[in-house]
T-cell receptor, first 111, second 114 residues
Framework: DQQVKQNSPSLSVQEGRISILNCDYT??????FLWYKKYPAEGPTFLIS?????DKNEDGRFTVFLNKSAKHLSLHIVPSQPGDSAVYFC??????????FGTGTRLTVIP | DAGVIQSPRHEVTEMGQEVTLRCKPI?????LFWYRQTMMRGLELLIY??????IDDSGMPEDRFSAKMPNASFSTLKIQPSEPRDSAVYFC???WGVGNQPQHFGDGTRLSIL
């Protein structure tokens, strides 16, 4: 069973507009949430994270929002740039070290 | 700074052969993780080590898979004998400590079993 779901396999956004990537999880015991970005033929690269005691974390153009009651995580990128085109994975963990990854959303930013 | 280094980047071999994937974690990191990425199952954890000791190998699919970490700077993932369904991209990642430290990934080994 998938513990983490990214229901949109792809997303296209115009350069300069906002990109919103979504992630849903099933287990309320998850306490740390991360987003990774992946370019072709490279490994995933850590982007931003949030712990369960917060509902928002911001780093430059990237903001992660956590809605614990809905078990929902989102990543906002604003403004979107062509270099942001990649596959984005959300990941969740409990107190142990195991990360559970979503299946990814391919973001295309159109110049 | 050198990141996580994996070798080989690509491996093509015939079924039944032994395959060994290698990983050098980031210096100073004490946790190491092996993942497999497939179209069907996405990115899934196979095994992780902390201070060179295997902590959780529940993701290792079968006894044909084994992993070792003889020292803090080297780990191997071995498949013997290999089968076509083992074809995937295998990633190694490392992090410092346990808890909420992000894992840093290598660029992966693309394995094709014919």
């Amino acid at each position: 069973d998938q513990q983490v779901k990214q229901n949109s396999p792809s997303l296209s956004v115009q350069e300069g507009r906002i990109s919103i990537l979504n992630c849903d999880y099933t287990n309320s015991m998850f306490d740390y949430f991360l987003w990774y970005k992946k370019y072709p033929a490279e490994g995933p690269t850590f982007l931003i994270s949030i712990s369960s005691i917060k509902d928002k974390n911001e780093d430059g153009r990237f903001t992660v929002f956590l809605n614990k009651s809905a078990k929902h995580l989102s990543l906002h990128i604003v403004p979107s740039q062509p270099g942001d085109s990649a596959v984005y994975f959300c990941a969740v963990k409990t107190g142990a070290n195991n990360l559970f990854f979503g299946t990814g959303t391919r973001l295309t930013v159109i110049p | 700074d050198a990141g996580v280094i994996q070798s080989p980047r690509h491996e093509v071999t015939e079924m039944g052969q032994e395959v060994t994937l290698r990983c050098k974690p980031i210096s100073g990191h004490n946790s190491l993780f092996w993942y497999r990425q497939t179209m069907m199952r996405g990115l899934e954890l196979l095994i992780y080590f902390n201070n060179n000791v295997p902590i959780d190998d529940s993701g290792m699919p079968e006894d044909r898979f084994s992993a070792k970490m003889p020292n803090a700077s080297f780990s191997t993932l071995k498949i013997q004998p290999s089968e076509p369904r083992d074809s995937a991209v295998y990633f190694c990642a490392s992090s410092w400590g346990v808890g909420n430290q992000p894992q840093h990934f290598g660029d992966g080994t693309r394995l094709s079993i014919l």
